[in-house]
């Protein structure tokens, strides 16, 4: 398999690492993701979407929190994967960063899985 870094990004609170895993691009944010920080998120997700990335993995495991600037990050990542003909894929969510999703009802909109590898094999 194909596990190339890609990029990374950083602002304060969150840290993004983009890199390859055969078809699918992982993005694993680190820390808190908030109005201050979505753009840190935002634009490697575009990235990864535009370099042929339709099927991202979104590596949840090490984000803190989510607010409602986050979420719209992600709702319009999956947006652009799907008009790709991909998706975006949330792997082991907090229980923190998961409730956000339950309560908008958001997590509906995605395919979630509770680690990184069932995400990679499914």
């Known amino acids: 398999m194909d596990r190339g870094m890609v990029g990374s990004a950083s602002r304060g609170r969150l840290n993004v690492a983009v890199r390859r895993d055969g078809t699918s691009a992982i993005v694993t944010p680190v820390g808190e993701l908030d109005h201050h920080t979505a753009d840190v998120l935002r634009e490697p997700l575009e990235a990864a ?51 956000v999703f339950e309560i908008t009802g958001a997590e509906a909109v995605f395919t979630v899985h509770d680690t990184l590898d069932a995400a990679l094999s499914g």
């Open 49 to 99: 979407i535009a370099d042929g990335g339709a099927r991202v993995v979104l590596d949840c495991s090490g984000l803190e929190f989510c607010d409602s600037t986050g979420l719209n990050v992600l709702l319009g990542a999956r947006l652009q994967a799907e008009a790709a003909g991909g998706g975006i894929h949330l792997a082991a969510m907090q229980p923190v960063v998961a409730r």
